[in-house]
């Protein structure tokens, strides 16, 4: 158990790998706040935890909203003083993935949910941060976003390069203070985003898939580590790599 209870914002919080990791930082005593745009899903996680006497709470809305993202943040800070560890996770993907059946939407709102949304509530708790000179920002982005994927489809692989690079930046910009960041580039791990894909795996081929327990274990470890110590970047994968061309369409 944490003695000095940490702060921590989940963004994406209910389902998948942001409940996980909710979870399992709320087991080592945290004050953990989730966000995400379907109540239902956060009202069951935040209950599961309080009924388990974890301290969790929870705000609705969209992660690219700045007035959502300003007024959770806000009211997160009034009532703790501070926020700890911001984790990134929203995002989703969308059915269209080849470039000439991307339609302007598509793009728009898979950068809205990976990347605009993790760029607001950054700038959101950066000045908390920094007058504390403390604390650690985790941006969930996908080995997708290290090389161009036809299985990711072409907006959420560009998405996930941009939350890359802007880690990197944020790394650079923070140099001189003791807050820092990290971009965790998971493989395929069997979350319901899976369900988002033009063809969606078997429940054969998810057991193959990285579990989103692990990737939680992971991120609660890597904000287990000193403020002297920063891991920029990290690819989780799968142990096993499975076929996957059955699955991938390509325009004629």
Same mark, same amino acid.
């Given at each position: 158990m944490n003695k000095? @209870?940490?702060?921590?914002?989940?963004?994406?919080?209910g389902s998948g790998i942001g409940m996980e990791t909710a979870i399992k930082f709320? *087991?080592?005593?945290? =004050?953990?706040?989730?966000t995400g745009r379907t109540e239902s899903k956060l009202k069951d996680i935040t209950s599961l935890i309080n009924n388990d006497n974890g301290t969790c709470s929870y705000y609705t809305g969209d992660v690219a909203d700045p007035k959502f993202v300003s007024q959770t943040v806000n009211s997160i800070i009034e009532k703790y003083? @501070?926020?700890?560890i911001l984790m990134n996770n929203a995002g989703h993907s969308t059915i =269209?993935?080849?470039? *000439?059946?991307?339609?302007?939407n598509d793009i728009v709102n898979v950068f809205n949910s990976n990347l605009v949304g993790t760029v607001?509530?950054? #700038?959101?708790?950066?000045?908390n941060m920094k007058k504390n000179n403390k604390g650690l920002i985790i941006n969930i982005s996908s080995v997708a976003?290290?090389?161009?994927?036809?299985?990711?489809?072409?907006?959420?692989?560009?998405? @996930?390069?941009?939350?890359? =690079?802007?880690?990197?930046?944020?790394?650079? *910009?923070?140099k001189d203070t003791m807050v820092k960041a990290t971009a965790l580039m998971p493989g395929?791990?069997?979350?319901?985003?899976?369900? #988002?894909?033009?063809?969606?795996?078997?429940? *054969?081929?998810?057991?193959?898939?990285? @579990?989103?327990?692990?990737?939680?274990?992971?991120?609660v470890s890597l904000?287990?580590?000193?403020e002297n110590t920063s891991i920029h970047s990290m690819v989780i994968m799968p142990n096993k790599l499975r076929n996957v061309s059955s699955e991938i369409i390509m325009p004629k």
């Open positions: 000095d @209870k940490r702060t921590i914002i989940i963004t994406g919080g709320a *087991e080592l005593g945290d =004050n953990i706040i989730i003083g @501070k926020v700890d =269209n993935r080849n470039t *000439e059946n991307t339609e302007l607001l509530f950054t #700038q959101a708790v950066l000045g976003g290290l090389s161009g994927s036809p299985l990711a489809g072409l907006s959420y692989g560009a998405a @996930k390069a941009a939350v890359i =690079n802007f880690t990197e930046y944020l790394n650079v *910009e923070l395929e791990v069997n979350t319901p985003i899976m369900d #988002q894909r033009p063809i969606v795996p078997s429940n *054969e081929d998810r057991q193959l898939m990285a @579990k989103s327990s692990d990737v939680a274990e992971t991120i904000a287990s580590l000193s």
